[in-house]
């Protein structure tokens, strides 16, 4: 998978004041990879990102996009890439294709290639017939997939999206998904921070957990996951959850008969649960606002993974 | 120069956007001044040889070749600090000069229309100027100068109050005492000795004199440039300080 690094970062510390956020972060994204970096709240994946997109500087380490120095050859690392920021940054006094027009004209496009990129990418996300549209006048959704028109219509080889489907519902968070895949495709390399589990189970090539400004972990998501065991029995006992691995579903659910519990769940391992495993946190915060009790959004329609059979027992 | 058109192209749709509403509060206080002091203080005050409304219209170009340049600011910062559009141009590869030469001349081209405004009304009140290259590079000079001022500005404000202190502080005693509504020679010398390093009294000096035919001092002009070169470097400074 790893050809050539697209996006290498060494040695990366960022203090703000007494904050240390980023305490020497390592990575290494090959190109056409799609990578997740998970981590709970203030882990400092925003801050990562703000570093390699030359909204803040570093202070220590370094970091290169495509090979170029995000600190000694910024404006080439910039040509690189393009951003979907975790908050909204649009210009809202202006129209769709205002907005798209501008950054077109940044990133050095002719009229004819912007007008051309805007048509495409609007039809990429849907949005053809919002073209006219002033930014004020749309949903979140609906400026969330202009964020994503607007940072691939250059066609930049790197592509950082922060938190891409926050807060959003679950059926534009599939579309999201897909353009993001299409993306990867059409051979951007992506470099993704999510909060939503599945999210990064579903799309991810390899993840990175983050913790409180440190990489704690990197692999693929299914490598992750089989370190765990393919089954999870989670026992609710007033109030308390404690989860178990298992290889086998008929192991989990033999543990769970001869034992003291208000409640039981036999479920397939997923991604979370590796992030709990490996950074002992108990959630990675703030996440789906369907949590599933034991504290795991669960996985769903995708590969690998998926619910395990639910049962309730009681003694 | 594609990068400084992005810049400067995105501040004309906003001022497209708003054309009457900026147009009329172009309009409001030289309205008020001209009917205020003008009418009232009128033919009889002789000032250096002429009416005070010839000698007033002058002043309040200048003002608001000031004034309007240094507006940029506020929209700076509203697209800062609450639309995060100043991040789109911190990731795109546009290096920091070209931002400020973008926002610089949208300074000019608020400062430029402003002055019209102001020229159009003279005219109602019988007031004619001479337009020629002396007063339109006077005028250009010291919009881009403030221009530059208020790109610092926005980049070393923490939000958009202490943007308005700036502007209480600052400009608004600067317009008013920058030999904009009186002649300086009027003033205690020592006072005087003071007003005479503020820029906007050499850019008054020289639109004044241009605008009724003169040849303004030279001085004024290499003062103003040399500023604005000053502000200008400083700006750029800013842009790349504001990383953090
Ligand atoms: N401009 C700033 N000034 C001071 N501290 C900051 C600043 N930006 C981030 N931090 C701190 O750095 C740490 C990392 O923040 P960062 O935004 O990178 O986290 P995150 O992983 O993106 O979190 P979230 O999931 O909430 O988006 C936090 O402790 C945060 O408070
Ligand atoms: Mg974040």
Redesign the interface.
Known sequence: MINQSMIKISNLHKRFGKVHALRGVNLNIGEGELFAYLGPNGSGKTTTIRILTSLTNPTEGEAFLNGYSVLKQRLDAKMQCGVVAQHINLDNELTVEENLSIHGMLFGMGKKDRAKAIDEFLEYVDLADRKKTLIKQLSGGLKRRVMIARALMHRPKIVFLDEPTVGLDPSIRRKIWSFIKKAQNDGATILLTTHYIEEAEFLADRVAFLDTGSIVVIDSPQNLMDRMGAWALDTMNNGDISTEYFKSREQAEASAKGRQYTGFTVRRVNLEDAFIAQTGKKTIGEAAPAKSPHGGAHSSGHGHGGHGSHQKGGH | M??S??VY??EM??LK?KIFKQIASMAVSPLLYLAAFGFAMGRDFDMDGMTYMQFLVPGLVAMASMTQAFSIASEINI?RF????F?????????NVQYVIGEVAAAITRALLAVSVIMVLALCFGVTLSINLYFVGAIVINAALFGSVAVICAMLVKSHADQSLVTSFIITPMAFLGGTFFPLDRMPGAVQAILKLLPLTHAAKAIRTSAHGGVPPLFSYALLLVLFGVFFSIAIICVNKA??
């Open positions: 594609n990068g058109f992005a192209y995105r749709v906003i956007r697209s609450y639309w995060h559009i991040e789109e141009f911190q990731s795109a590869p546009l290096a990383r953090n």
